[in-house]
């Protein structure tokens, strides 16, 4: 195997497992990871604290203008998120961001800002990135394109493990219908739609553990 300038695709719902298994994949084949949710994130997180709210309306354009983006890789297999020089990586983890990141993502001028900085950042890279169109409209050539999916229950049920490992509160009906309203607003967007890519590589990871599932990842690659 290679891993010079290779780009591999993992797209999929909210909770499918897509970061954690990006992550470790990134790690053990020698790829940088890249985390194209936390770059919404970041632009939520400043548009709810220079606007207040995230509305319909606002004016995306001057938004952006606002800011600069960066993400960095570490040696760990993370990859940490800048907002105007700030780390906010632990910032963009909230369910507050979740529940406003539907019209930011829908906005045109955020996507093409947000896909312009991942496509400079891989051009010198080899990297693995998660999203929701990366095999679809970032990286239609990607070099591999693998699409994670999962039942919403098992979704809900490693999200909620997820918070409570952080030692945050969780209530599960309040995620379940938080990952259900993003897998509509996800699917039905106009521009960036989550979809399966024709030549993506389809798996269910409701009954698979993450192990199964990188390694199943290692192997697709180690056949490139
Ligand atoms: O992967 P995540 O849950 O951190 O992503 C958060 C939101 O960001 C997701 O619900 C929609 C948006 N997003 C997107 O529109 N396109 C991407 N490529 C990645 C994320």
Redesign the pocket.
């Known amino acids: 195997m290679s891993v010079d300038g290779i780009i591999v695709a993992v797209?999929g719902p909210?909770?499918s497992g897509?970061?954690s298994v990006a992550r470790e994949v990134a790690l053990r084949a020698g790829l940088k990871y890249v985390?194209?949710?936390?770059?919404?994130?970041a632009v939520?997180l400043h548009t709810m604290r220079t606007r207040g709210k995230v509305v319909e309306g606002l004016d995306f354009s001057s938004i952006i203008d606002e800011i600069t983006l960066q993400q960095r890789y570490n040696d760990d297999g993370t990859c940490t998120t800048f907002l105007n020089g700030d780390d906010v990586s632990e910032d963009?983890r909230t369910e507050q961001i979740?529940a406003n990141?539907?019209i930011?993502?829908d906005q045109r001028v955020v996507?093409d800002f947000?896909n312009n900085y991942i496509r400079s950042w891989a051009a010198d890279n080899s990297i693995i990135i998660?999203?929701?169109?990366?095999g679809t409209v970032?990286f239609p050539d990607a070099t591999l394109k693998v699409y994670l999916d999962a039942s919403v229950d098992e979704r809900t049920r490693r999200r909620s493990l997820e918070y409570a490992e952080k030692g945050k509160d969780v209530d599960v009906n309040s995620i379940k219908s938080q990952i259900i309203l993003?897998d509509t607003?996800?699917e039905d967007?106009q521009f960036?739609a989550?979809k399966k890519a024709n030549d993506a590589h389809y798996l269910d990871t409701s009954n698979h553990s993450r192990e199964e599932v990188v390694t199943i990842l290692c192997d697709m690659i180690n056949e490139i």
């Open positions: 797209d909210a909770g897509k970061s985390d194209s949710g936390a770059l919404y994130r939520t963009i979740a990141i539907g930011v993502s996507r947000i998660d999203g929701r169109d990366i970032v993003r607003q996800d967007r960036g989550l």
